[in-house]
């Protein structure tokens, strides 16, 4: 249902573009989101976005990092700006649809790595 790409090696500072490839028209979830979870620390939600186009972002990444989606190319990006090396981490992709029953979906993630 999710594909997420778009990852690699930056150094500080510098910008990575993720996408979020569905096979649905991603405005027909209820909610997007990235999360990411980095080696041995727990998965952390980065960024929502509401099917209405509500966005909140984790502290860390606020002012860095833009979530946003183009439902003609059904992909949600994330724009990710000034990266530092405590962003590294694998990055997953996430929808939320609820029709007779909530439903979660998982893109498999993609790495990004910040070196300092």
């Known amino acids: 249902q999710l594909q997420a790409y778009g990852g690699g090696l930056v150094q500080s500072g510098g910008s990575l573009r993720l996408s979020c490839a569905a096979s649905?028209?991603?405005?027909?979830?209820?909610?997007m989101g990235w999360y990411r979870q980095a080696p041995g620390k727990q998965r952390e939600l980065v960024a929502i976005?509401?099917?209405?186009?509500?966005?909140n972002y984790a502290d860390s990444v606020k002012g860095r990092f833009t979530i946003s989606r183009v439902n003609a190319e059904n992909t949600m990006y994330l724009q990710m700006n000034s990266l530092k090396p405590e962003d590294t981490a694998v990055y997953y992709c996430?929808?939320?649809?609820?029709?007779?029953?909530?439903?979660?979906?998982w893109g498999k993630g993609t790495q990004v790595t910040v070196s300092s």
């Open positions: 996430n929808a939320y649809l609820i029709t007779t029953t909530p439903v979660n979906y």
């Open positions: 976005l509401t099917r209405a186009g509500g966005t």
């Open positions: 649905i028209n991603v405005g027909s979830f209820n909610a």
